[in-house]
């Protein structure tokens, strides 16, 4: 703005000089001629001056003099040393179209007479600037010659910048004032998208001063403690500081939504919660090297391989003999499209997806034909027994009550299956979709193609949430990617009898151990839950692969003992 002002006030005292110097009234021009302000009212018969008193200078003939309303020219008294000078016009009207022709400047350093040498011009009025250069220098070189010539002087913007526009030296008046316009406007647009940044950056750090005390408190009791996990390894005190204050732009999550299951539990082997889909950017410092560690090596530089279920003929069964294997599971996990993780849902939500997981299931024919059972109105006994028989998720784990994604229990949530317990998708349990396919035995080729089956005949109808970089978008980073977990549960008693000697075999194939019921459970009667630890950098195929060899070696070993 101080420019815009700048530019009008120059204008403006620019204007005023050239006014000045060109009326044909100013107070100032005697001094240049020393003879009287008006010399048209002079009489006719004025006496010609002496030659003898005051020796007339020969000067060159000046350039023709613009016609002007008098014919016939005033004689010029004795005393006047310049060259002859047009007449101004006599006091008539002004006419309209023209304003009156400005008179020729002296020549640069003009000869005054012996006798009577010319006096200092008069300022009319002390300028708060200078003219530019390049206008002072066009008075005086001979550039302003158009109005000696006769030719129209036009406005003063015209005779300035119009000699400029044609020396390619300055716009006109019109052009120079367009584009300071344009510049301000560009300038202005590019505040306003700076304001909004800044804006943007504020609305990043408006962490409520609540939460960030009990983060403090959190991250003191952790960073104190022998806990394993890997929120405690990569939540330095550097990373730490550097989120605690932002926050997702659309669901305002925080660092304590991140992370607050893993500051409750110290026993927790990750720690950490996706609350939404944003989450994995504005908190990408303490993701990417979880997420890094936990599946094998996949950078932040690195991007998930497209989805490839490969052909499912060609997995066979792990334990033809049934003496190893008690039954066998592949599950994947899934997050619909326009909806948050579960902290930030809401009841309604959770009912919304419950009537649209509901009517898409219903649909399904064939082995996948079965039933959806809401968890609202489902009796303790029903309930119980699903869970007993591994079809229905447990209610109360105390990781995801402190991540916050039990809320509105048990609104929203429910569980369907087919008529031979082979096909179960879990609705809003951990993931908005588990699906899975299960049964006795180790005929993972049978499960395997149930499951694409399934998955594939969901997604025409569900459209289901993903990242070019992560790939299939989870609520727990260590299911992100494939989201497949294939798994076994089996006996071998030898390799078991020396539990931290299963987990270094299993680690060598990329397996994982848990317990019968799943993380954070024991075994119960030496069967263990063993499972494809990576779900990220390669395809679906290579998942399930990886835990089809890694069992079969682990079979190998156990009968070796």
Not at 132 to 140: D, G, Q, R, V, Y
Not at 222 to 245: C, G, I, M, P, Q
Not at 374 to 388: H, N, Y
């Amino acid at each position: 703005m101080f420019a815009l002002w700048y530019l009008t006030f120059a204008v403006d005292e620019i204007r005023k000089r050239l006014a000045w110097l060109f009326s044909s009234n100013k107070p100032a021009a005697p001094a240049l001629d020393d003879k009287p302000a008006n010399p048209a009212k002079e009489p006719a018969s004025a006496p010609a001056p002496k030659p003898a008193a005051v020796p007339a200078p020969k000067p060159e003939p000046p350039k023709p003099a613009p016609v002007v309303a008098k014919p016939t020219p005033v004689p010029v008294p004795a005393a006047a040393p310049v060259p002859p000078k047009e007449e101004a016009p006599a006091p008539a009207p002004k006419p309209k179209p023209n304003p009156v022709p400005a008179p020729v400047v002296a020549p640069p350093k003009p000869t005054p007479p012996p006798a009577k040498p010319s006096s200092p011009p008069k300022q009319a009025d002390k300028m708060p600037i200078p003219l530019p250069k390049s206008l002072t220098e066009a008075n005086t070189n001979g550039q302003n010659g158009n109005a000696a010539n006769g030719e129209a002087p036009g406005n003063v913007d015209e005779r300035v910048f119009g000699i400029q526009k044609e020396e390619k030296v300055l716009p006109t008046a019109k052009e120079a004032t367009n584009d300071f316009i344009k510049g301000e406007t560009n300038a202005f647009i590019q505040s306003i998208k700076e304001a909004q940044q800044l804006g943007e950056r504020k609305q990043d750090t408006m962490v409520d001063a609540a939460v960030l005390a009990k983060l403090e408190e959190g991250y003191a009791k952790l960073a104190a403690s022998d806990s394993k996990s890997l929120l405690k390894k990569y939540l330095t005190k550097e990373v730490f500081d550097n989120l605690k204050n932002k926050v997702t732009p659309t669901f305002k999550s925080t660092l304590l939504d991140v992370i607050q299951s893993g500051l409750e539990n110290h026993d927790s082997g990750v720690g950490i919660y996706a609350p939404d889909a944003e989450a994995y950017t504005v908190f990408a410092d303490l993701f990417d090297p979880i997420i890094e560690d936990y599946h094998g090596g996949f950078k932040k530089t690195d991007k998930h391989p497209a989805s490839n279920f490969g052909d499912v003929a060609t997995f066979g069964n792990v334990d033809p003999t049934n003496e190893y294997v008690i039954s066998t599971r592949v599950r994947c996990g899934r997050s619909m499209q326009g909806y948050p993780f579960n902290p930030c849902l809401t009841e309604a939500q959770y009912k919304e997806m419950e009537g649209k997981v509901s009517s898409t299931l219903s649909g399904l024919e064939g082995e996948l034909k079965g039933k959806f059972y809401p968890l609202t109105g489902m009796e303790k006994a029903v309930q119980q027994q699903l869970i007993d028989d591994h079809f229905l998720f447990k209610e109360g784990d105390r990781f995801l009550q402190a991540a916050n994604a039990c809320r509105f229990w048990p609104s929203g949530r429910g569980i369907y299956h087919n008529d031979a317990k082979t096909f179960l998708v879990w609705c809003n349990e951990e993931d908005h979709l588990r699906i899975i396919s299960m049964q006795q035995g180790g005929d993972l080729g049978q499960i395997y193609k149930r499951l694409v089956t399934a998955v594939n005949e969901i997604e025409k109808r569900v459209p289901f949430s993903h990242d070019d970089r992560l790939g299939f978008l989870t609520f727990c980073p260590t299911n992100l990617g494939t989201t497949i977990r294939a798994s076994v549960h089996i006996k071998v008693p030898k390799l078991a009898s020396n539990k931290a000697k299963l987990e270094e075999v299993a680690a060598k194939y990329n397996l994982q151990v848990r317990g019968t019921r799943g993380e954070h459970t024991e075994a119960e009667g030496g069967v263990y839950d063993i499972s494809n630890k990576r779900r990220m950098g390669l395809t679906e195929f290579e998942a399930v692969k990886e835990m089809y060899d890694g069992i079969t070696e682990l079979i190998k070993l156990e009968k070796s003992l």
